[in-house]
């Protein structure tokens, strides 16, 4: 994630009253419908995501250079227990085997990301690393050679360390043109076998939690400009290489360029109140419109304009902090994405909330809007991940009606689980999945053009800043073990139910995809739960399990047969 991208509690009060939405809400309607059986069009791309960091492992292998997520890792008390991905869930070796995971799924593609310091060590093009571009050769024909499309990712966080510390990273323009680099040589080596491209994974995150708060990579906090200035380099990146591959590369290979972007949704607390309603317009133009609104419209949302224009005029500053595209930028930018990919995980209740300019610059002070929670919401997972299934047609939808109706590929949603314990029946897991995909159904009755979703995640992975402390996988991967098994949870089971139905036939058999998944995995999780050198165990889901299950069969029924032998 997933990609965690959500604030801190702190930033988010408790919505202890009752608040409906209202069925006459402007920009869609919220009409809280029953769960709807239905299939999906023909065609439809089902798949489950990762990443190069959170999951490869083999962070100094085979020539890879130093990205910034292993220096930052690095250093005491930036990650939960201190916790780094140097070996992750080793997918570095291990991607046969996951591929085999997957084809047992029925996935009908893959999103995985290249680890640009893998293949460029020095982040530029003059250090290859032909070590790194076999191993993505090699995972991309494995893929193609299963019936698996690949989905590609060219940046999700690991910028190399190299171009932070010599340059500033996003701070600084320079890296447009490091990146174009770097993408052009993907496409020239992997173009021939990879249709979908994505430039930047989430990249909200990257700007906020990278360089204004700190919680992520690089680390750096400076406060109301940073995060702005990273987002403006990103964005001219993106469209760079996406005219990169439209003039060199789009007529032989014939593939597609988009980005990524999460995003909750923002829900008014008062939907008769106009303030509250705008307050919740400029939550998602913040969130989601920082980025779309330039790629899909040619310059930034219009109230961000507005409103970081007047708080900097009000801190005595002589230009907004938000920096500004030229005319030629703004055409040039406009209209470079073939496709959306969405994030989405959660949902907030907005209200407006105003933030004095005394209090000093701030991305989330600029805004002016406080998020609540209704605590009635289930939060099986992370603190800042809420089920709230209706939020997500809502965003969808959203989407169709401010930038036309895009191709949409969902490309992240899923939850995390809190235990510290193993837990391979995640029945909240195949609720979220029921209940979101439900909702993504839905959408696509109301004329959204989505073409494929991605779970998130195909492995428990390491959860940036988080650590391993949070579990976003299908597959359980026991990382205490030097050979990092995976167990498949419940809901692998009932995923694959969805894929092959392609949605929701009808109400008993959804009904039964539940039960029959619980059913795999319930004496395989008390087996697992229980064992104290479960950390040195090797893959026994295929052999242990089912041995130990018979035997304890066996056992009650000889048991059982000595019972009634006594009583008769």
């Not at 220096?71 to 997918?91: E, P, Q, R, V």
């Not at 009808?506 to 009904?511: F, G, S």
């Amino acid at each position: 994630m997933a990609r965690r991208c959500i604030l801190r509690p702190h930033h988010v009060l408790a919505l202890v009253l009752c608040v409906c939405a209202g069925d006459d809400f402007d920009w869609t309607k919220n009409e809280g419908t029953a769960f709807y059986y239905g299939t999906f069009p023909t065609g439809f791309s089902w798949g489950a995501g990762s990443s190069a960091y959170q999951t490869e492992g083999a962070w100094n292998v085979d020539g890879k250079g130093t990205s910034i997520w292993d220096a930052f890792a690095h250093k005491k008390g930036k990650i939960l227990s201190n916790d780094t991905g140097d070996s992750s869930c080793d997918g570095y070796s291990k991607f046969k085997d996951d591929i085999t995971l997957m084809k047992d799924m029925k996935l009908n593609h893959y999103r995985f990301s290249i680890s640009w310091p893998r293949i460029l060590p020095s982040g530029q093009k003059t250090e290859l690393n032909e070590r790194g571009i076999k191993y993505y050769e090699d995972l991309i024909n494995r893929l193609l050679d299963n019936q698996i499309t690949p989905v590609v990712t060219l940046y999700h966080w690991d910028l190399p360390q190299v171009l932070q510390e010599k340059y500033g990273g996003w701070q600084n323009a320079s890296m447009v043109n490091y990146f174009n680099d770097f993408a052009d040589l993907c496409f020239q080596r992997f173009g021939n076998r990879v249709k979908y491209w994505i430039t930047f994974n989430n990249p909200w995150s990257i700007a906020v939690e990278g360089y204004e708060t700190g919680e992520h990579a690089p680390g750096l906090k400076l406060r109301g400009t940073g995060a702005y200035r990273a987002a403006h380099h990103i964005i001219k990146a993106h469209a760079q290489v996406w005219h990169t591959y439209d003039m060199k590369w789009r007529s032989r290979q014939k593939g597609l360029v988009g980005i990524s972007l999460t995003a909750d949704w923002g829900e008014p607390v008062d939907i008769t109140n106009q303030r509250d309603i705008e307050a919740a317009e400029r939550y998602i133009q913040f969130y989601l419109g920082w980025f779309a609104s330039p790629i899909f419209s040619g310059d930034y949302p219009q109230v961000m304009k507005d409103y970081i224009g007047r708080k900097s005029g009000q801190q005595g500053l002589g230009a907004s902090r938000l920096p500004v595209f030229s005319p030629q930028e703004k055409s040039y930018i406009k209209g470079t994405s073939d496709f959306l990919g969405l994030g989405h995980f959660t949902t907030r209740y907005v209200t407006l909330k105003n933030y004095p300019s005394g209090l000093g610059d701030s991305y989330f002070a600029d805004r002016d809007l406080a998020e609540l929670v209704d605590p009635r919401w289930p939060d099986p997972g992370s603190e800042w991940l809420y089920s709230v299934p209706w939020g997500f047609r809502r965003l969808l939808n959203f989407v169709k009606t401010q930038y036309g109706n895009p191709m949409i590929h969902v490309t992240e949603n899923g939850v995390s689980e809190k235990m510290l314990c193993t837990d391979l029946c995640d029945d909240w897991r195949m609720q979220y999945f029921k209940d979101y995909i439900n909702e993504m159904l839905k959408a696509v009755k109301d004329g959204v053009n989505v073409k494929g979703y991605t779970a998130w995640s195909l492995l428990d992975n390491f959860e940036w800043d988080e650590g391993f402390s949070e579990r976003f996988g299908l597959y359980y991967v026991d990382f205490r073990s030097k050979t990092k098994p995976r167990y498949p949870k419940a809901s692998v089971h009932f995923y694959k139910r969805i894929i092959s139905s392609n949605g929701f036939p009808n109400q008993r058999e959804v009904e039964s995809w539940k039960r029959k998944a619980v059913e795999t995995c319930s004496s395989s999780n008390q087996l697992l739960a229980a064992d104290p050198l479960i950390g040195h165990m090797e893959m026994v889901t295929e052999i242990v399990v089912p041995t130990v299950c018979t035997l304890c069969i066996l056992l009650s029924a000889v048991f059982l047969m000595f019972l009634l032998r006594g009583r008769l």
